[in-house]
């Protein structure tokens, strides 16, 4: 690796061919020219220079003055052709001082980005912030981070000006609003050295900030040292192969006009520990204070790893050989060091794939010859009990694990690679290969709710808890997941409140059939009972219990009678569940009473806020501990920059969470050290409702928790256009980035092209059924006779042959679209199964009120737009439903990504509209040997009407 240090300006500018990484928009030191006050919503709004600035004599005063709806403090607009739109930037940033106010300032920055084709200009980005801290404080936020109403990503290049918007009566000031080019903090372990007293110990600790791989920048405050002489900043930072050095002496005019900050250039070829010291001296030669810092630079993200086989998660080491292993009508296993109930729980599944998708069956051999041998011997390999080794040759199969979890996942992969290298169900085939491969995490989980759960909202809808257990199934344990937070609450009977519960909701018995599917698949079941904030699962039924003042969502815990509530409903779940960990919830908690006059306020809580969510965590953490279960619960509101900041500044709790419990961290896209700050603080981190764990994250982490926010994630047209990110779609992902560690060193979205690449293996293994009569030939049926209408916009698919999730179908120039009487399509042929290509048309005009009927839930399983009816030669027939959700979507709407779990593949539209798609539906037929004579396109007489495109039999 090559480095070359050298220094650059004392600003943050010219790093790389004049690209900065800061550029101060606004630092208000030649006036507030542009800047005008807006009173839309009553009252007044006016705007001042003002000389209280935090660096230099000029900063930005706005008054607001009994505003009933809103006004704003009006930014200028920006010069359309300024240099600084050139380059990329991640976000923006500003000083504000508030006023002490429990309320929130409304920061607002429109551009000229288009909110949609027929709504052109004026998109608007927003976020709120707390005016509670009355001094000078930095705020930094991600352009990612921005709320839109359309969900569309801000353009840099685009912003037009920002806009500051209040209610009430308040007196704020900012300075130096600026942009941010796209970098990430450095997560620096710091030890303070030199004299603690006098104006040096009001410092904070140098921060670091890394913009690619290529620039490096270290930047101070040091207005709190006031200096009346020069002060001397001496900062080293030592790298594998060299030091970066940097000395300069500021004036004290220097210190008091701007942040100091200086940037170092950088050449990686790989992740470097980095040793800084920094050194403050006033005058030079008198040490003021002085730090020592590690942390980690990064290098580029390592090249994606294509595996030979597409197995997923990819294991860490996977060689492909020549040939393949041809499963016989019978395989004879034997096991060695493997105990009876893990027999069952390993080479029994195997056993059960292999005859449900194969005809293939597996037979246990206590001695004599085996084709395949499953051992399992602790201490034989480095790594925990899930680390396995599996090799296949044309002769034999040979799995060796660390323990029994090790051997379910090794199947797991063997059943992957059967599925990737076989064509005919009647000719099951291994390929030869050798993986070894062991999880980077031992927490590797998804929260779910409860499909009856009513989340504190009618929606009662049931569900089959065997149907919810074939989803974990497919989607959880087939990704070698071992976690499921499983929210508890309205879903279960409770004995004790009986009144609790949703009209649909799981006996104790159904969910005991919950419990020991889990326990068979290596899955920790952790019931989740919330005990603070999101009360409304008892609170409607006992408004009594609502803190005085608020709404459902919050419940007053001081009464003696709430927890009481709580802790009879935990006895009952820890019942049934007998968990190892119990979550406790415990986020957004948002009193909403500050605005209430103090005789309608909580008599017992006052505003102890930090001391009810100490308390809360203390009082259950104690009653789980007592019967040996650990505890956990999110972690937002121990967070200043989350939920834990003013107004409430429940952060201040953090001290007096047990240090024994488990934080799921979902607020790492706020603040980014966040898992850090809860692991120095001696607690045990989650990511939570995350894509995966980014390397710069994983010393701090034991594992990554995807959130599927959804009561139904295996539908993914739910509640606007991100509902993808809730559903079964974003757990592969997740999987990927909680068995590997993510190599980006930071957060990464949802990625469709990861999504595309499993759309093959992943997701049509989610969507197959089983067909172990099918035969390796396919027969297109003719539709010629049936087809009754042209598609606008489906001319783009390619005529004649098209091959989809395997499936080779023709396809016309017009498709059948189902109707009131349906044309019969003339089969005449036996079929093991039959593969339809099907969309379905949604007028426009209907969609609003079609879709609102289907967030209702009417059916958990999508809704039924209509079906393919097979008839036989005895007249009776069976039909294959068409579900909205589920199996189909409209054919020329972008609502999410061009995959659903009741359909093994889909075929993109090419054109204007790239995401419009149709479907692949798999029909197994239950009776393979008797003679379909035709099959009917039908419609159940909804908005959406269903159509055919092709179909073949196997």
Known sequence: MNRIPFLLALVWASLCAGADIRHVLFDFESGIEGWWGNPWGGGTCEVAASAEAKYGSGALRCTYRDVEKGANAVGPDLAADAPWRAQPWGGFSLWLRGDGSPAKLHIAIETTQDRSPDQPGGATFSVDVPLKDASWHRLEFSFSRLWNREKLRLDPARIRRFIFGATGSHDILLDQIGLEAPGRDCWAETRTQGPREGPGRLLSPPAWTQVGTEHLAVSLDLTPLRPEHDVLVAVACRLAEGVLEHRVTLTPGAVRTAEWSHGFSLSLTADEPALATVLIESPPGTRVASWEQSFVVHGPDPEAVVPPLPIYPVPKRIRRDEGVFRFAAVTRVRTEGVEARDVERTVGLFGREMASYYGRRVALSADGPAEMLCAVAPGTLDGGPERYELDVTPAQIRVRAQGPEGLYYALQSLLAAVDAETRSPREA???????TDWPSFPFRGVSVSNPTNRWGHPNDAGYP??????????TVARQKLNKVVFIVPEGMRFESHPELASPNAWSKNELRRLVAFAEEHYIELIPLVTVLGHANWFTIKHPELIEPGNQHNIACVRMPETNRLIADVIAEVIEVFRPRTFHLGMDECWWRTLDKPPEERCPRCGEDWPDI??????????????????????????????????????????????RDMIVTNWSAGLAPDSSKRFRDAGLTVVRANSQGVPRAEAPYVIGNMMGLWSKVPWLTDTYHKTAAVYSYLAIPQAAEFSWNVDPSPGARGMQRDMLRERADSVLRRMALRSSPHAGAEQTPIPLARAVNEKVEGLGALPLGALHAARIRFETLDRVVFAEEVPTQIPVAARAAEVNVLVGCHLPAEAYDAFTERFRRKESMGGVDVGSVVFTYADGTSESLPLLYGASVLPWDRDLAPPYLYGAVGSVSV????????????QWVNPRPEETIVSMSLRTSGTEARPFLLAATRR
């Open 613 to 658: 969510v100490a308390g809360q965590a203390t009082f259950f953490h104690d009653l789980l501990a007592r019967q040996g279960i650990r505890a956990m619960m999110w972690g937002d509101m121990l967070l200043p920059e989350h939920n834990g900041g003013a107004p409430y500044h429940t952060a201040r709790a953090l001290p007096r969470i047990p």
């Open 910 to 921: 090419p054109g204007d509209a790239p995401e419009a798609s149709v479907y692949v539906v």
């Open 429 to 435: 085939v291994a390929p030869c290969l050798s993986i």
């Open 465 to 474: 808890v065997e149907d919810f257990c074939d989803f974990l199934y497919r």
